[in-house]
C-alpha cells in the first residue's frame, strides 16, 4: 500500500472513531446543560415576568417536550447540520457559531503561531544556554508568562497601548476582510496576550526537550565534526526535541479555538468563547450544545492533524492505516 | 566578534514601531464621515431583539424606545403624559378611551400616523401569538381587559376596557411594555414574523450587529413635543447625526474606552468605579436615584423563618443606611419601603428607617425559638451589589447571634430558586418600577398559586387592589402607608436600597442626564 493511500485510510479510521466520543459528547453536554438549575424562558423574561408568559415561551422553545425526545430530535437535525436555533435571539445555530469562529480562529491561529515561535526560540537559546543568565532569564520569563492570568495581563496592555499610548484601540473588532489594517489593528492586543500567555509552557516544553536531545550522543558526534552551533541546535536538536512541543502546542490550540472566552470579554471580541459564556449564562441550550459539539469536533481535527504531522519531523513515525 | 547596536540603529527601530503603530492607529475606522456627528455609548450585553415590548430586557427597551413611540409615556416626574395622543378623553364609566391623534406625525418609512397603524399595532399586541410581555395586563389578568380596540375616524383610536381601570395609561407607558410602540404594518412581513421596527422616533434603526453594535440614525423628519426634555415624553430632540451603542461586557475595558475617548458615554457604573473615573478631568459623573428595590428577601414557609420574631430580629441587626453605604460608596438612598425614595409616594411614613437595636433583636430571636441554626441566604456575582448586601447582612446578623450562612449561585439558578420560592432567605433586586402599585406586585400575591411571591398577607392584598381602584394620589398615598405599616410588622422582607444610576460620559457630551426610570435616553444630548 503507498504511503498516501495508508494516510487516507488513517484519517478515514481516526474520523469514523471520533463518531461515538461526539455522540458521547453530545450527550454529556446535553445532559449537563440540563441539569444546571435555571431556565432560559425566565432569565429571558426577567424577573417580572408573568408565569403564563414563562410557560408560552416554553412551550415556543420546545422545552415542554420529554427531554429523550429533545435529544433525538437535536441529534436528527444536527446530523443533518442543522444545530437549531438560539432561544434567546432566534437565530439558526450553526451560521452564529462559524461566524464567531471566525474571530477566535483568527486570534488563535496567530497567537499560537507567534507563542510556538517564540517557544522554540527560547526553548533551544535556554538549552543552548544551559544553566547560564541567558537561561535563567528565558525560565523566569517563561515563568512569570505562565503565572500571570490573561485578564489582568490584557487589561495592563490596553491600559498601557489603548489609554496611556494610544496606539491601539481598546474596543471593538472589525473583520479582516473588511479593512485588513483595521482589523489588525484590532487584533493586536489580544494575539499578544495570549501569545505571552500561552508560551510560557510551550518554551517550558521545547526547553526541557532540548535537554534531553543534547544529551544524545548523535548531537554529540554532530559538534565533534565540527558543525558550528547554530547548526547543530537547528538542524539536529530542534527536529529531534520538537515533538512534545507540537503535541502541547495542539493541545492549546484545540482547547483555546474552543473560545478564548477571558480575552475576547477583556477586547470586546465577538468570538466563540464569549458566545459560549453568555449562552450558559442565558441557559441558550440549542447554543451550548451545538457551541461544545464544535468544539469537540475541533479537538478531534486538531489532534488528528498533530498526529498527520510528526511522520514530516521525524522519519522514523510512520502512520499506519 | 559580537555587533553591537550602534545609536542610529536603535532610533530606527524605534522609529518602525512608532510607524507601525502609527499605521495601525490610522487603519483603525473612522469614528464618524467628516462632519458627522456620532454619540458613541455602552451597552453592557447585546440587546435581544427589535421586537419592542416582545423580546426584551432593559437594554432593548432602552435602545429600542429611541426608535418607536407609545401613544402615551412616563414624563420626568413619573406620570403620564401625552405622545402620539394628542390627547384623550375618557367615558364617563372609565372603560372607554379615545386618543386623538397628533397631526403631522410620520413613520420612518414617510408613512403618516394614522389610528389605523394604531389599531393595527394594538391588535397585533393583543394577539397571544406576539408573546407581547404586557398581554396579561389586559387580557383579563391584569388591571383590566381590552374588549375592542376601533378607529372611528383617521386621527382618533378607541380603546374598551370591561372595568375602569386607573393604572391603564400607566401600564399602557411601561418602558418594558415597550410604551405599548406604534408601529408601521411593514415592519412584519407578509406572514406575520418580525422584521425591523419602523416606528416614529427621534432616531431610526441603521444597523445591528450582533454582539457588537447597533447604529441609530437621526430621522429628519422627526416631530418633537414643543418644551424641554421630559421623561419619555417631550423635547426629544435628536442632536446627533448617529448614535451608536457598543456591547462592551467587560466594566473595566469600557471604562478604558471611555478614557481613551472611544466611547462618550458610559451607563450603569458600578459605584466601586466611580473613584477612580472621578479623578480624571475630562469625565463627567451623572448620578440618579433609581427606583428599582435592592431587598433581603425571606421565605415565610420556612420551617424557621416562619416566625415573623425571628423575621423582625434580624431586620432589627441591620444598619440600613451604613449598608447602604457600605455597598454603593454613598451613591444609593437607604430605604426600608416598598415604595423607592425617588417615587413622590413616598412620604414621611415611608421615609422612617428603624434603628439596628441588637438587645431587641436577641430577645425577639430567643422568644422565637431562635438556637443558632444557620439560615442559608442565596445572593449572585453578577449584580455585586446583591453579594455585597448579603456579606454585611451576614455580619450584622452576627452581632445578635443570628448565623447566616450564603450561597453563591449564577444568576440563572438563583431566579430559578426565586421563581419557584425554593430558598431560606436571598438578596434579591427589583427593576425600576415607576408606580408604587406595582413594586407592591411585585412581592405580594398568592404563594399558592405563584411561588415566588414574598408576601402573602389578604389584608395587604386588598388593599393593592384598592391602590389600582383609584386615581387619587392623596388616597392611594394613603393605602401605601397602611400597607407600610403592615410590611415592617410582618418583615417577609427588608427593603434596603434604592440604588443609584450612575453614567459617566466625556467632558465634550453635553445634556446627558439620568432620570428614576433608569433607562438610557440619548435624544436632547449632544457635543460642545
Redesign the interface.
Given at each position: 500500500m503507498s504511503p498516501a493511500a495508508r494516510t487516507a485510510r488513517y484519517v478515514a479510521k481516526r474520523l469514523l472513531l471520533s463518531v461515538p466520543t461526539l455522540l458521547l459528547a453530545a450527550l454529556f453536554v446535553f445532559v449537563l446543560i440540563r441539569l444546571l438549575p435555571g431556565d432560559p424562558a425566565q432569565v429571558m423574561l426577567g424577573e417580572g415576568a408573568d408565569p403564563d408568559a414563562v410557560a408560552a415561551l416554553h412551550r415556543q422553545m420546545g422545552l415542554d417536550r420529554p427531554a429523550p425526545m429533545q435529544f433525538v430530535t437535536w441529534l436528527g437535525s444536527a446530523l443533518h447540520g442543522d444545530l437549531g436555533t438560539s432561544v434567546a435571539t432566534g437565530q439558526p445555530v450553526l451560521p452564529l457559531l462559524l461566524q464567531r469562529f471566525q474571530v477566535t480562529a483568527s486570534i488563535v491561529l496567530s497567537a499560537v503561531a507567534i507563542a510556538t515561535l517564540l517557544a522554540v526560540a527560547g526553548g533551544l537559546l535556554a538549552a543552548w544556554r544551559h544553566g547560564r543568565v541567558l537561561d535563567r532569564a528565558i525560565v523566569a520569563a517563561a515563568t512569570i508568562s505562565m503565572a500571570v492570568p490573561s485578564f489582568w495581563l490584557g487589561l495592563m496592555l490596553l491600559l498601557a497601548f489603548g489609554v496611556k499610548l494610544r496606539w491601539l484601540p481598546v474596543v471593538g473588532y472589525v473583520p479582516l476582510h473588511e479593512n485588513l489594517g483595521a482589523g489588525l489593528a484590532y487584533l493586536v492586543l489580544p494575539v499578544a496576550t495570549l501569545a505571552i500567555v500561552e508560551s510560557g509552557v510551550l518554551t517550558r516544553m521545547m526547553r526541557a526537550s532540548a535537554l534531553d536531545v543534547q544529551r544524545l550522543e548523535f548531537v554529540t558526534h554532530a559538534r565533534a565534526k565540527g558543525a558550528s552551533e547554530l547548526a547543530v541546535m537547528v538542524r539536529h536538536v530542534l527536529p529531534n526535541a520538537f515533538a512534545p512541543t507540537l503535541t502541547l502546542a495542539g493541545l492549546t490550540l484545540g482547547h483555546l479555538l474552543g473560545g478564548a472566552a477571558v480575552i475576547e470579554t477583556v477586547f470586546t471580541l465577538p468570538g466563540l468563547g464569549r458566545l459560549v459564556v453568555e449562552s450558559i449564562l442565558a441557559r441558550d441550550y440549542p447554543v451550548v450544545q451545538g457551541c461544545l459539539l464544535f468544539t469537540a469536533l475541533i479537538y478531534v481535527l486538531v489532534n488528528l492533524a498533530i498526529d498527520l504531522c510528526y511522520p514530516l519531523l521525524d522519519p522514523r513515525v510512520t502512520v499506519v492505516g | 566578534m559580537p555587533r553591537r547596536r550602534g545609536p542610529r540603529r536603535r532610533a530606527g527601530g524605534l522609529r518602525a514601531w512608532a510607524a507601525l503603530?502609527?499605521?495601525?492607529?490610522?487603519?483603525?475606522?473612522p469614528a464618524a464621515v467628516a462632519g458627522e456627528t456620532v454619540l458613541r455609548a455602552r451597552l453592557n450585553?447585546d440587546i435581544?431583539?427589535t421586537d419592542p415590548g416582545v423580546?426584551r430586557?432593559e437594554n432593548t427597551d432602552a435602545v429600542l424606545l429611541h426608535v418607536v413611540e407609545g401613544l402615551v409615556a412616563y414624563r420626568e416626574d413619573l406620570s403620564v403624559g401625552p405622545l402620539l395622543a394628542a390627547r384623550w378623553d375618557v367615558s364617563r364609566d372609565g372603560r372607554v378611551y379615545s386618543f386623538r391623534l397628533r397631526a403631522g406625525v410620520r413613520f420612518h418609512n414617510g408613512a403618516p400616523l394614522t389610528s389605523a397603524e394604531a389599531v393595527w399595532s394594538l391588535r397585533r399586541y393583543l394577539d397571544?401569538k406576539t408573546?407581547w410581555?404586557c398581554?396579561?395586563e389586559f387580557d383579563g389578568?391584569g388591571y383590566a381587559k381590552i374588549l375592542a380596540v376601533a378607529a372611528p375616524d383617521p386621527m382618533t383610536v378607541r380603546i374598551t376596557l370591561d372595568k375602569p381601570s386607573p393604572g391603564f395609561l400607566s401600564t399602557l407607558a411601561r418602558v418594558?411594555c415597550g410604551e405599548t410602540a406604534i408601529l408601521h404594518p411593514s415592519s412584519v412581513g407578509p406572514d406575520g414574523t418580525w422584521r425591523a421596527p419602523i416606528g416614529t422616533g427621534p432616531f431610526r434603526l441603521a444597523r445591528w450587529t450582533?454582539?457588537?453594535?447597533i447604529e441609530l440614525v437621526r430621522f429628519d423628519g422627526y416631530q418633537t413635543l414643543p418644551g424641554p426634555r421630559d421623561g419619555n415624553t417631550g423635547g426629544k430632540r435628536a442632536l446627533v447625526d448617529k448614535v451608536r451603542f457598543?456591547?462592551?461586557?467587560?466594566g473595566?475595558?469600557?471604562e478604558?474606552?471611555l478614557?481613551?475617548g472611544?466611547?462618550d458615554v458610559l451607563d450603569g457604573v458600578l459605584p466601586i468605579e466611580t473613584g477612580e473615573l472621578k479623578r480624571h478631568a475630562d469625565v463627567r459623573l451623572d448620578v440618579h436615584p433609581s427606583l428599582d428595590i435592592y431587598a433581603l428577601l425571606f421565605q415565610t414557609r420556612d420551617p424557621l423563618l416562619r416566625d415573623p420574631r425571628l423575621r423582625q430580629a434580624i431586620a432589627l441587626t441591620l444598619d440600613i443606611p451604613g449598608l447602604a453605604r457600605a455597598v454603593t460608596q454613598g451613591a444609593a438612598q437607604p430605604n426600608r419601603s416598598v415604595v423607592p425614595v425617588a417615587s413622590a409616594f413616598h412620604d414621611a411614613v415611608q421615609a422612617r428607617i428603624p434603628a439596628a437595636n441588637l438587645v431587641q433583636a436577641r430577645r425577639l430571636a430567643a422568644a422565637a425559638g431562635y438556637r443558632g441554626q444557620p439560615i442559608r441566604l442565596i445572593a449572585n456575582h453578577?449584580y455585586p451589589a446583591m453579594f455585597d448586601a448579603a456579606v454585611l447582612v451576614q455580619a450584622m446578623a452576627r452581632q445578635a447571634g443570628i448565623r447566616i450562612d450564603i450561597d453563591t449561585?449564577?444568576?440563572?439558578?438563583q431566579?430559578?430558586?426565586?421563581?419557584a420560592g425554593q430558598y431560606q432567605a436571598m438578596t434579591?433586586?427589583?427593576?425600576a418600577?415607576l408606580d408604587p402599585s406595582l413594586s407592591y406586585d411585585?412581592l405580594l400575591g398568592d404563594k399558592q398559586a405563584?411561588p415566588?411571591k414574598v408576601w402573602d398577607d389578604p389584608v395587604a392584598r386588598s388593599l393593592l387592589t384598592a391602590s389600582r381602584e383609584t386615581g387619587d394620589a392623596a388616597a392611594r398615598t394613603a393605602v401605601f402607608d397602611r400597607m407600610h405599616a403592615l410590611f415592617l410588622q410582618d418583615v417577609p422582607a427588608v427593603v434596603l436600597f434604592n440604588s443609584a444610576r450612575i453614567a459617566a460620559f466625556r467632558a465634550n457630551v453635553v445634556g446627558y442626564r439620568g432620570w428614576p426610570a433608569a433607562q438610557q435616553r440619548l435624544w436632547g444630548v449632544g457635543f460642545r
Open positions: - | 503603530a502609527a499605521a495601525l492607529t490610522l487603519a483603525a475606522p450585553a435581544v431583539s423580546r430586557d397571544p408573546h410581555r398581554l396579561h389578568g418594558d450582533r454582539n457588537q453594535a457598543l456591547v462592551i461586557p467587560d473595566v475595558a469600557a478604558a474606552a478614557l481613551r472611544d466611547l453578577r449561585l449564577d444568576w440563572a439558578a431566579l430559578a430558586r426565586y421563581n434579591f433586586g427589583y427593576s418600577r411585585a405563584d415566588r
